[in-house]
């Protein structure tokens, strides 16, 4: 079973919410706990067990700020 996680450079994201709007996992989410230096919400990850390392948000990222890691279960 292919597991995934990201990592979301706040540092480069702006909020621009690509990455909430095409994720069909749910996994990520606009958080008002974390404001750029702009004020808008960044991208914050959600529901970790649902990731599938799909890299959708990664692509569409216009920022680069998102990493994808995949896990493969051997056992
Ligand atoms: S697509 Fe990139 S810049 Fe836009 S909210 Fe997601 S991580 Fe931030
Ligand atoms: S890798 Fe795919 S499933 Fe995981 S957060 Fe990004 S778009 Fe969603």
């Not at 095409?22 to 958080?31: A, E, N, P, Y």
């Not at 991208?43 to 995949?70: G, H, Q, R």
């Given at each position: 079973m292919v597991k995934g996680e990201i990592s979301i450079n706040e540092a480069l994201?702006?909020?621009?919410?690509?990455?909430v709007y095409h994720?069909?996992?749910?996994?990520?989410?606009?958080?008002?706990?974390?404001?750029?230096?702009?004020?808008?919400?960044?991208a914050s990850f959600i529901n970790a067990e649902k990731c599938t390392a799909c890299c959708v948000c990664a692509w569409l990222c216009p920022d680069f700020a998102i990493e994808v890691y995949?896990?493969?279960d051997v056992s």
């Amino acid at each position: 079973m292919v597991k995934g996680e990201i990592s979301i450079n706040e540092a480069l994201c702006k909020g621009c919410g690509l990455c909430v709007y095409h994720c069909s996992r749910g996994c990520i989410t606009l958080s008002a706990e974390k404001l750029s230096p702009s004020g808008m919400p960044l991208a914050s990850f959600i529901n970790a067990e649902k990731c599938t390392a799909c890299c959708v948000c990664a692509w569409l990222c216009p920022d680069f700020a998102i990493e994808v890691y995949k896990y493969t279960d051997v056992s």
